[in-house]
Structures are given as C-alpha cells and as structure tokens.
C-alpha cells in the first residue's frame, strides 16, 4: 500500500526561507501557580501554594513528602475532586485544555475517559455493593458507549491485561473476596478502561506487602510505557521513585521545595529537607541497634505557617534571613531547582 502522505508534493518555502525547526509538542500536563484555598473552622487555609511543573506525554513525575505536605490535594485538584467550598487559583492544563474552569458535568466526563487515578486504599476505592467486573464495565458503558455484553468482554480482557489470577472467574467476585493486591489490579483495571492520557497515583502500594507493592508498582510502569499515557505517582518511599519516575518534585507545606530529574535529585539534594528525607531512609547495612535520623519538629500547621521559608524551624541551616520572606526557586543545574537561599549549585 502506497502511503499517501508519501505522494502528497512538498510545498516550497515562503519567500525563499528554508523552513524552522518544528515546533515544540505541546506538554500533556501544565500546572502554573496553583493555590488552593480551604475553609476551616478557623477561617480560609491555603493547602497549596504556587504549585507548578509540566509533564510530555510518556513521562513519569514523582511527588513525595511527609504527610500533610500537599501530595494528595494535588492529585485531587488534578481530578477536579476538592472538597466543597475550595477555591482555587492558577492553571491546570491537560492537552491545552483549562481544567480549572469547567464545570462538574464536563469534570465528570472527563475523569476516567481521559484522566485516570489508582488510589492508595483499594478496598475504600471498590463499592462493596456491586462486582468488580461491574465496576470496571462502568467507565466503558458510560464513557464508551458499549453494551452489556461489549463491557464485560472488555472488562476480562482488562483483568487479563492486569494479570489478575483466574479473570474470568472474577468478573462476578465481591471487592470483599479478593487479597489488597487482587483489589489493586482491579482499581488499576478501572483506571485504564478508557485509554486515559494521564494516570495518577496516589500512594498505590500503601496497603500491601513489599512483594505485592513491587508487583504493582511494575505493572503500572509497564501498562504505562505501553499505553504512552503521563503518570503522576505520589509517594513518601525514595525507593520506589528512584526506581519508577524520570521527575521528581519534593513538597513541603503546600509548595514545592525541590523538583528536577530524578537521578538529579537525588545525586545533588539541594535543599536541606530533601537532605533529611534522604538521610531518614532505611538502607541495608545498617549495624544492629542503629538510629535511623529523623527531622527534628513537624510538619507546620498551614493554618499558622510562618513568615518566610516554612522549613526554616526544622532547618540545621536555617538563618535570619530564611525567615524575612519566602525564598525563590532558584537553578542549581539543568532542569533542577530549589527553594532555598542556601541552595548551591551541583558540581
């Protein structure tokens, strides 16, 4: 067969100028300055602060941080999912399109066609009312149009496709029947049935065994690289990011701290909390009785965060000046940044 794009003549260049460079793909995901306000008892909070990175279509970005440093509101303001009353400022863009503004009906037709999410507990994730076949076959009657029937073929060959032992003969099992792991896949079933752009993934191997974590976590990276899809994966274990993500980015309080290429991070850790989540890793070797290190403090409460640099009263570096006024990101090499004034440059 002739390819008619082949055939099809060249145009000449305008003007006699030999034609530029291609442009530039447009990114899968863009996030700018995004702020998330709250309501509290105690009047408005900001949750997130500045939050902004972008992603190409096919990249993996990792999100880590203690607990309450901002991950999972991010995954969340990514889904248009935020609890009632939030505002929100900046701009989420996913293929160009600005999430921020549209209302839940297209909110809703947009989760699961073209954004999918795994979350960190599967068993609270299931509806325990209805099959797991049921459950997957949804997104593809609702999104896709398809039939009884057409679903549940396409929801076998999505457990299949997840590796869930004997598939066909839990089409018809209850979320309660099966292991953390089997319900895993079945979540991740649910978030691929329509071919989404991006995946999130919040904290996915929380309930599970170290074996069956590994297990998941290498099957979302291989579905992933598969399909072509972005993938956000949230997470507090270096370990995995270091062996699943190309990005990084490093929150604390609300904002990111730290963000660059994985292996970049982690060769130069240029913020002094990256440091002290680095430092607080378990590794093998250690001699029997030793003390992991720990951050000294907690995380502020974001209800009463400080002036200047929120790190500053948990920082052995920290100065007068790391409180006068938050600091900037600042390049410590290509594609690597920090929110530190003491930040220095990768060798």
């Not at 900001?46 to 440093?69: H, K, N, P, W």
Request: proline share 8%; hydrophobic share 45%.
């Amino acid at each position: 067969m002739v390819d008619a794009a082949a055939t099809r003549p060249t145009q000449a260049p305008q003007h006699g100028k030999p034609p530029g460079p291609a442009a530039p793909a447009a990114p899968l995901l863009e996030v700018r300055d995004l702020c998330v306000t709250l309501p509290t008892a105690r009047g408005p909070v900001q949750v997130l602060r500045d939050v902004s990175f972008s992603m190409a279509r096919g990249q993996t970005l990792g999100v880590i941080g203690e607990s309450g440093c901002g991950k999972s509101m991010t995954a969340l303001a990514l889904m248009g999912l935020l609890p009632e009353g939030a505002q929100v400022s900046g701009s989420i863009r996913l293929n160009g399109q600005e999430l921020t503004t549209l209302d839940e009906h297209a909110l809703c037709a947009l989760r699961g066609a073209r954004i999918g999410m795994v979350f960190q507990e599967p068993m609270t994730a299931l509806n325990p009312l209805h099959t797991v076949g049921r459950q997957i076959a949804e997104p593809l009657r609702l999104h896709r149009g398809l039939s009884a029937a057409a679903a549940r073929a396409e929801a076998l060959r999505l457990l299949e496709r997840v590796r869930l032992p004997q598939a066909a003969q839990r089409l018809d099992a209850w979320p309660h029947q099966l292991s953390g792991g089997q319900r895993q896949r079945v979540v991740i079933a649910i978030a691929l049935a329509c071919g989404p752009d991006l995946l999130v993934a919040d904290e996915p191997t929380t309930a599970l065994d170290v074996t069956i974590q590994r297990e998941v976590l290498d099957l979302i990276g291989e579905l992933v690289a598969a399909d072509g899809m972005g993938l956000v994966l949230i997470s507090h274990d270096l370990g995995v990011m270091a062996q699943t993500v190309r990005r990084l980015l490093v929150m604390y309080a609300g904002s990111v701290v730290e963000s660059g290429p994985t292996a970049a991070v982690f060769r130069h850790l240029a913020h002094p909390y990256t440091r002290g989540l680095f430092a607080a890793r378990p590794r093998l070797g250690l001699a029997r009785g030793t003390r992991l290190a720990t951050i000294p403090g907690r995380v502020p409460d974001l209800a009463e965060l400080p002036s200047g640099c929120a790190f500053a009263g948990r920082c052995p570096l920290a100065e007068d000046a790391c409180s006068a006024a938050v600091p900037p990101l600042v390049g410590v090499g290509p594609g690597h940044h920090a929110r530190c004034i003491k930040a220095v440059c990768a060798p």
